[in-house]
């Protein structure tokens, strides 16, 4: 499976951003979805992931409550909606997709280029 996040850019602290994550190849409901992000300095690090039908989701602590992970199958797309941005949500951030259904950190096995978001104070 190929994966293609979007949506990135520049907000102002407590402004709301949507990434896209756009699948294509193998079927999409096979996968566990997932994304992480990485600032500058820093290892990369789990956000949030959904299970293949959207019927599970799980947070970080440091985005639960702010940030939403869904999915629609008929749209091969994944979102992470992104509310009440703070500047150290400044990152690249990825998806990625899993086989299994509730995969950890580092079960997944696909990845796509990421997306920048900058958060301003």
């Known amino acids: 499976v190929q994966l293609q996040a979007s949506g990135g850019g520049l907000v102002q602290a407590g402004g709301s951003l949507r990434l896209s994550c756009a699948a294509s190849g193998r079927s999409f409901s096979s996968y566990a979805m997932g994304w992480f992000r990485q600032a500058p300095g820093k290892e990369r690090e789990f956000v949030a992931r959904?299970?293949?039908?959207?019927?599970?989701?799980y947070y970080a602590d440091s985005v639960k409550g702010r940030f939403t992970i869904s999915r629609d199958n008929a749209k091969n797309t994944a979102y992470l909606q992104m509310n009440s941005l703070r500047p150290e949500d400044t990152a690249v951030y990825y998806c990625a997709a899993s086989y299994r259904n509730y995969p950890s950190a580092h079960e997944y096995d696909y990845w796509g280029p990421g997306t920048q978001v900058t958060v301003s104070s």
């Open positions: 959904i299970s293949r039908v959207g019927s599970s989701t």
